[in-house]
């Protein structure tokens, strides 16, 4: 059997009941960091479920996954993923792949950023589909203008936009939303549509699931001026309905 679970959005302490329980009776515990800054603590990870848990790189999930797929055919294997289970459609192909191999497999959900974002007052109806800004190196310094036409495509039906930040595990980076709005203002001058500006407010939201999350709403430029923790993300808004203007005021900078 292959189990996906969720870790949630922050530390160890967002494990379900559910999830302690089957990692406990399962034969091999595997766990990816690589898509977002993760505060848990692991040896109390491992202490809570009882064994160790492996952490796998991003190749071993996209090029190297069928050992973890042969493995499932004869063992109870449970990959713990950061956020929910199948946010990622890398996790959406592994469950894919071993339902195709006859392997049993089952799906534990967990917090996500996605519906996560609902704390800024933000309706998440109201959300078009979702953009990872990347880090420059990872489009070999080409501007990365397909996440501008997702803003454009959304401001054009009213819909707000979640702006994930990209992460480079293997060199332990993890990009600041003063970086992402800095390529997203390069390439509305490169492409010059109006569609993002200096003067357009934004929010970001900062270390979502803790203690002390932190959600800012101001214009553009003065929220590259604001160091953040991370893990966090920017929302560029659509229409804002009356409420979510009321709510995001809470948050103003000025």
Not at 232 to 250: N, Q, W, Y
């Amino acid at each position: 059997m292959l189990i996906i679970a969720g870790l949630g959005l922050y530390d160890e302490k967002d494990l379900s009941l559910r999830e302690i329980e089957e990692a406990k009776s399962s034969d091999k515990i595997f766990i990816e960091l690589y898509t977002s800054k993760w505060y848990g603590n692991f040896k109390n990870l491992e202490k809570i479920l009882g064994k160790k848990v492996e952490v796998l790189e991003r190749k071993d999930l996209e090029e190297n996954f069928q050992k973890i797929l042969e493995l499932a055919k004869n063992k109870k294997v449970i990959l713990f993923v950061q956020g929910d289970a199948l946010v990622q459609t890398t996790h959406s192909s592994l469950i894919l792949e071993a339902k195709k191999q006859g392997t049993e497999t089952k799906v534990i959900h967990n917090a996500s950023i996605i519906s996560a974002i609902a704390e800024t007052g933000l309706h998440p109806q109201k959300f078009g589909p979702y953009i990872t800004i990347p880090f420059l190196e990872r489009t070999k310094g080409k501007l990365p203008e397909s996440v501008y036409e997702v803003i454009k495509m959304n401001k054009a039906r009213g819909l707000h936009t979640l702006c994930l930040l990209d992460v480079l595990a293997e060199e332990n980076r993890y990009m600041e939303p003063k970086e992402g709005l800095k390529i997203l203002l390069e390439i509305e001058e490169k492409r010059k549509e109006g569609i993002i500006s200096e003067e357009e407010e934004a929010v970001i939201f900062s270390k979502a699931g803790s203690e002390k999350p932190l959600i800012v709403f101001g214009k553009i430029k003065d929220l590259m001026k604001k160091e953040v923790e991370i893990p966090a993300v920017i929302i560029i808004p659509g229409i804002l309905h009356f409420t979510e203007k009321d709510f995001l005021l809470l948050y103003s900078e000025e």
